[in-house]
């Protein structure tokens, strides 16, 4: 299944498309342990044909479900790109594929979703990350030496 629109259904007026987009139409071919993609992109778009081209602006939204890069705290959030918007010539040398009458969006959804993909996900932007116990204790019993301490050592006669 893709996100596709049909020319003929622009010709008198702009479209509004709004809804899901499965995970498997998407093809998004992440292979990430921190991130994990699994709930259907939802969209919400406008749809224009220009004199020689299509304008759809409108909002994507991804939910993800991730794992911390830093304290490996599973937690959920959401990609969104509000005012998304693509320019897509009918004509010339960069003109998209049109298939029966229809333009496929898919692939130009897919690319800005992967070009704002989380590379280093985090649950809170101040996240410490891991800390041992052994690490927390030993800093707490651990005293900062004297200056004087290696002086206090000499044996001077």
């Given at each position: 299944?893709?996100?596709?629109v049909?020319?003929r259904h622009?010709?008198?007026?702009?479209?509004?498309l709004?809804?899901?987009l499965?995970v498997i139409?998407?093809?998004?071919?992440?292979?990430?342990?921190?991130v994990h993609?699994?709930?259907?992109?939802?969209?919400?778009?406008?749809?224009?044909?220009l004199?020689?081209?299509?304008?759809?602006?409108?909002?994507?939204?991804?939910?993800?479900?991730?794992?911390?890069?830093?304290?490996?705290?599973?937690?959920?959030?959401?990609l969104?790109?509000?005012?998304?918007?693509?320019h897509?010539p009918?004509?010339?040398e960069?003109k998209v594929?049109?298939?029966?009458?229809?333009?496929?969006?898919?692939?130009?959804?897919?690319?800005?979703?992967?070009?704002?993909?989380?590379?280093?996900?985090?649950?809170?932007?101040?996240?410490?990350?891991?800390k041992?116990k052994?690490?927390?204790?030993a800093?707490?019993?651990?005293?900062?030496?004297?200056a004087?301490?290696?002086?206090?050592?000499?044996?001077?006669?």
């Open positions: 299944m893709n996100l596709s049909n020319l622009l010709e008198e007026h702009g479209l509004h709004q809804g899901e499965p139409g998407l093809d998004l071919g992440v292979r990430d342990d921190l993609v699994d709930r259907p992109l939802r969209y919400d778009l406008s749809v224009e044909l004199h020689d081209a299509l304008l759809v602006t409108g909002s994507l939204t991804l939910p993800l479900d991730c794992e911390c890069a830093r304290c490996l705290k599973p937690f959920k959030t959401e969104k790109l509000n005012g998304w918007a693509a897509l009918l004509e010339g960069d594929a049109v298939e029966n009458d229809c333009v496929d969006l898919t692939p130009f959804v897919r690319e800005d979703i992967l070009l704002d993909f989380p590379q280093h996900p985090l649950c809170r932007p101040d996240c410490a990350g891991l041992s052994a690490a927390r204790s800093k707490a019993v651990e005293k900062p030496a004297a004087w301490a290696e002086l206090d050592k000499l044996k001077l006669k």
